[in-house]
Nanobody
Framework: QVQLVESGGGLVQAGDSLRLSCAAS????????MGWFRQAPEKEREFVAA????????YYADSVKGRFTISRANAKNTVYLQMNSLKPEDTAVYYC????????????????????WGQGTQVTVSS
């Protein structure tokens, strides 16, 4: 069983920055791709960013490209999401997710490609 615990959310103003963290336990973290998704009220959960097991490959939704950066520290079993220039439309619960296949360099933006999910952390951006 894999446990994912997100942290770092909060209430900020438009233009501010936040860094989310996701701590993983339960399997070899460094072997799997990781992703971040978000869900705003009354909307579907949507892809934000993903990173390969090695950290060398990243993939972003168009809506966050250039503002958000995903990274990972395999020695700490942690994946991060640095969010800059936040906008009110970034308001959502942010979830991290762990990929299914080890050592895959293919990154996915679909929920069903991820096997494990955290409980989420709320990010609220005021205008």
């Amino acid at each position: 069983q894999v446990q994912l615990v997100e942290s770092g959310g909060g209430l900020v103003q438009a233009g501010d920055s936040l860094r989310l963290s996701c701590a993983a336990s339960g399997r070899t973290f460094s072997s799997y791709a990781m992703g971040w998704f978000r869900q705003a009220p009354e909307k579907e959960r949507e892809f934000v960013a993903a990173i390969s097991w090695s950290g060398h490959i990243t993939y972003y939704a168009d809506s966050v490209k250039g503002r958000f950066t995903i990274s990972r520290a395999n020695a700490k079993n942690t994946v991060y999401l640095q969010m800059n220039s936040l906008k009110p439309e970034d308001t959502a619960v942010y979830y991290c997710a762990a990929g299914i296949a080890p050592f895959s360099n293919t990154l996915y933006n679909k929920r069903h490609e991820y096997a494990y999910w955290g409980q989420g952390t709320q990010v609220t951006v005021s205008s």
